[in-house]
């Protein structure tokens, strides 16, 4: 399967203008950080003003929830154009979360930060549709690469077996760290691709 890119615009200076470019390429995905300033220090709510610009877009979202409680953020954005709603396996009780989602008729996905035993993600593996590994600790955009989120995946690979989960990786993803990740479906670019003057060069150089 060709790897699939989703664009994050965090580290955007101009979001709009950003969204319409991403919009306008070949990315697979529009990648949404939300943070509540509680879970990550960063505020980042762009809901209303994705909720405006849903009329033009025509990419799916992949959210990535950074936030103590999901619920408000879940039925936010289960009413726009959304493929997929990850939450942190970190906030521990997500099954009503995940059920929440699934209500929806929206993916789930669970995200690990770097510190987190991947043994946890075992108790969620039969009602999940994707995992983000994250490469570096969530809450802000151009961090560098972590390397062992290398290892991290083909450990949550094999976990996952035959199952029908993909796996997605989040940070630090440019052409040099690329290569590091080639076992995963997906991956998450912010300022490699927004912080450019050419964002289709630079989400091709990722497959
Ligand atoms: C970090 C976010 C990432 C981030 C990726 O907390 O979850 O999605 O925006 O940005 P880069 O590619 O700049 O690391
Ligand atoms: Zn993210």
Redesign the pocket.
Known sequence: MKKKVSV?F??SKDIIDDLLEIDSTTADYV?V?V?DGRF?KKKFLPFKILNKLSYVLRKRFDV?L?VNEPIKFIEQYATLNTEFITIHVELGEIDNYIDLIKSYGIKVGLSIKPDTDVSVLNNYLDKIDLILI?S????????KFIEEATARIEKVKKMIGNRNILISV?????SDTISNVSKSDIV?????IVCSDNFEEKINSLR
Do not use: A, F, K
Not at 136 to 143: A, M, R, T
């Open positions: 994050s965090l580290s990648h950080d943070m990550v990535h950074m994250m570096v600790e969530p809450g802000l955009g151009g961090q989040d940070g630090g993803i440019n998450v670019s912010g300022s490699y």
